[in-house]
């Protein structure tokens, strides 16, 4: 049976229905892994949380950055009148509220020992060993859930901290366990996340890198799986035992799928127009 990570959806339902159909014939699919953003920016944001959540079991998703911002959209008066239009139909569904609960719900980082992969939306902050991103990850996962999401969503927001402290309290920690799983593409020599650049490796200011390149990077030798950054240069970083793939959806790009379980991973992806690449 076959395991199938798929990249950043942004709303483009169409493409995600041509790679759901194409890797199904193929026959044999025991999961799909979501790597995150299945909304905004794209057409039909309504109709991939529908195709999503209608996967059941066979889907795992975790939170990526726009997703969480759909929360915390949904969650203020006039959230129709505030949303950009790509969210709209989406807001006004007679099913909105049970779809944006099965979403809030989601964990933010999935792990499976024998498969040998952990699924993140953006990445593992230097420090963190993959148990110790779970741990936390598990912090912000029980404060979503909780009674008291409705705060949680409205000071979760924001570049700071930027280092990761164990002492950190409160809001500066969610928001630090946020920013890390959810947002972070590069970081500074120390390990502190900049979230200020998103653009190519190669244009990058000196001495920012990528999170995946850092030399302490306490998660290096995981198989690791993530979305969230269409600027990157490539899919495939086997020698740092990562792979990125959002190949643009978002930006009239291909959607792709990582199959894990074959060796090495292989990618299949659509491109706007249908059909197999």
């Known amino acids: 049976m076959s ?17 759901l159909n194409t ?13 995150g953003d299945l ?19 066979r889907a795992v998703t975790v939170l990526g950055n726009h997703d969480l911002s759909l ?33 809030r ?15 993140v939306h953006a990445g593992i902050p230097t420090a963190w060993s993959v148990d110790e991103a779970i741990d936390h990850a598990g912090e912000l996962e029980q404060a979503l859930r909780g009674a008291e999401h409705h705060q949680l969503l409205t000071h979760l927001f924001g570049n700071t901290p930027s280092r990761w402290k164990p002492s950190l309290t409160g809001m ?21 996340l900049d979230m200020e650049y998103k653009k190519t490796i190669a244009n990058a200011p000196k001495p920012l890198m990528p999170w995946f390149l850092h030399p302490q990077r306490a998660s290096a030798c995981e198989h690791i799986v993530f979305g969230h950054w269409s600027a990157l240069e490539h899919v495939e970083w086997p020698e740092h035992h990562v792979w990125g793939i959002d190949t643009g959806a978002a930006w009239n790009g291909t959607l792709s799928a990582l199959q894990l379980d ?16």
């Open 172 to 192: 500066k920690r969610l928001r630090f366990i946020a920013n890390a799983l959810t947002r972070q593409r590069f970081v500074t020599v120390t390990g502190a």
């Open 262 to 277: 074959a060796q090495p991973p292989v990618l299949t992806s659509v491109p706007p127009l249908g059909g197999e690449q």
């Open 3 to 19: 395991t199938y990570a798929i990249g950043d959806v942004h709303g483009a339902d169409h493409l995600l229905r041509d790679l």
């Open 39 to 57: 909304v905004n920016r794209g057409p039909d944001s309504l109709g991939v949380l529908r195709r999503v959540r209608a996967l059941g079991d």
């Open 71 to 103: 929360l915390s959209l949904a969650d203020q008066p006039d959230a129709i009148g505030r949303a950009p239009e790509s969210l709209k139909p989406l807001l006004r569904a007679h099913d909105c509220a049970e779809l944006l609960d099965w979403l």
């Open 105 to 119: 719900h989601r964990p933010l980082i999935h792990r499976d020992t024998q498969l040998g992969w952990t699924m």
């Open 23 to 35: 890797l199904d014939a193929r026959g044999n699919v025991d999961a799909f892994w979501f790597v």
